[in-house]
């Protein structure tokens, strides 16, 4: 469903991405694994066209995407959940749900805003809370919500366990896996090992800009000097 080949990216003169090559399945969550300043975010925001690559190809669904806009790929089925969530801190639940509505794409069941509650019901009792008022676990929900509602096959989710209660972290995972059920592709940017491995089946092992190891998060958790050498702080 999305293919990455050779991507290169720069902020300024600083070389950033370094020939990332990654691919995710339908229905396949991958992870990409690494430390602060690996170039996880960049990646994701290069596939999103919020940075444009210099170098490289992004496949979606054998689309090129390389030098389209962000709201094209939004509407081409992608959807993105950013690190910092930027709800509308002013707006309600409902609000800020139906903001991120799109119309539904053919063979694919419909995202509303009872389906994302039924996925999140914590969401459900605060349909006319603001933003504002929510904690930062409920934002993130909300985001993903938000996200779903454009009705995307794909999802990049940047961080999204980042400063969770560890029960808000299983309640994410959960929500994880019940997307996977249902057929999205999910590709996730993670530091967590163990919220990776709770909801992902390959991961991809980010350091400097470069794909250092891929493979399964059986294969990654068995491997000790993989994770002292690029996800051990």
Not at 213 to 224: F, I, P
Request: with cysteine; hydrophobic share 40%.
């Amino acid at each position: 469903m999305l293919e990455v080949e050779g991507l290169h990216a720069h902020y300024g003169r600083a070389h950033i991405l370094q020939g990332v090559t990654l691919a995710a399945r339908q229905g396949e969550v991958v992870a990409l694994l690494g430390r602060n300043g690996a170039g996880k975010s960049t990646t994701m925001k290069s596939i999103m066209g919020l940075v444009r690559p210099s170098q490289g190809q992004v496949r979606f669904e054998g689309r090129d995407l390389a030098g389209r806009e962000p709201f094209e790929i939004a509407r081409a089925g992608i959807g993105y959940v950013p690190e910092e969530r930027r709800i509308f801190t002013e707006l309600t639940v409902m609000e800020n749900l139906d903001v991120g509505r799109r119309p539904p794409r053919p063979g694919q069941e419909a995202w509303t805003e009872e389906r994302v509650f039924a996925l999140f019901p914590s969401l459900g009792a605060m349909r006319a809370r603001p933003g504002g008022r929510m904690s930062g676990g409920e934002q993130q929900m909300l985001t993903i919500g938000r996200t779903l509602m454009g009705n995307p096959r794909l999802i990049l989710l940047d961080e999204p366990s980042e400063g969770l209660a560890p029960v808000i972290i299983e309640r994410m995972a959960d929500a994880i896996l019940a997307l996977k059920r249902d057929g999205l592709t999910v590709l996730l940017s993670e530091q967590n090992l163990h919220f990776a491995r709770l909801v992902s089946d390959r991961a991809c092992v980010l350091e400097k800009g470069m794909i250092r190891w891929e493979g399964t998060l059986e294969a990654l958790m068995a491997d000790e000097a993989v994770k002292q050498q690029y996800l051990v702080a």
